[in-house]
């Protein structure tokens, strides 16, 4: 079996040369401080994205993925700290002064958030909020480029549309207008979290190819968080699974879809109704979500791991390399727990 100990510790590679991807998370720790105590929220978490690239972050409610998200454009609550690094192009993101802070922010990366409509200000326009980046420009320039920007997201009748307030728009144009004042700025990275979760199914799939669309033509590298393993995997080129504040499996999409190693990505996928598969019965994640201060002190999905085992519970796994992907859990690779989870409904 190709197994070996992965040396994914991204701190120990120098960010020099070709090397150096776009982002890269390593051991990142956030606590946050309630009722006189911190409290782990994420704990050693590592990734990295290269340019163009789109990342997964998936993961049940409360495991920490817009944590980590918004981590890297630095906007934590401000009872939280943070461990660990987070580099952009080699560049220091916790080092970073105010003003590289908003350069930072505005221009090399974008945020896209599940409810467009607390991204805006409703008493601006469309048009004054796409704009926003570019007031240095002629007025008939910022026109231009706006009204192609939304022509570009597949919006009719654009010139109208700058006149008009957000709350003249449906969730799913807004979403549209957030998507366009993204790529305007010209940013490497795009952050969206839960983009479309505040959809309409049929809306949702439509604005998701939009944003799949962007990101290729423009060449956007992407973290995509999202609780829907399906969604993530059909527009991502590597997916992270998260539970209980640290990814507990990472590798190709094609990979972890095909060839999941963790018993919690396994479960994962065996819950969600699929197309390709008519099983009558769904497999259900014993328990519920845990957050990462709500776990003991050996793997964090011991308590709900119907294959845990004494170890399981008193120490913490590190990453391992199992084919294509990497696994945090002292019993991956033992064929049981694919064929104990088949048999309760995974396709
Ligand atoms: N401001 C805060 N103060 C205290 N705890 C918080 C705060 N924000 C989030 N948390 C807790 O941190 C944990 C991770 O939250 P996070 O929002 O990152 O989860 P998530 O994976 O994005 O979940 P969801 O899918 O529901 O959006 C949760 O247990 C949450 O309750
Ligand atoms: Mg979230």
Redesign the pocket.
Known sequence: MNEQTAKESPADRPATGENVPLLRISDLAID?R?AGHW?P?VTSVSLDLAPGQAVGLV??????????SRSVMRLL?E?ARVGGSITFRGEDVMGMSRARLRSFRARDIAMIHQDPRSAVNPVRTIGDFLTEGVRHLPRDRRTELAVSALEDVGMADARRRLAQYPHQLSGGLLQRVMIAAAVMTGPKLILAD?PTTALDVTTQSEVMAVLDDARREHGLAMLF?T?DLDLAAAVTDRLAV?YA?TIVETGPTSAVREKPEHPYTMGLMASQPSARSRKARLYSIPGRPA?AYETGAGCAFAQRCEFALDRCRAEVPEPRQLGETTVRCHRAGDPDIRRTIALQGVS
């Open positions: 946050i309630t409290r929220l993961g049940e409610s409360g495991s920490g993925k817009s944590m980590t609550p009872n839960e968080v609780h998260m504040g957050a």
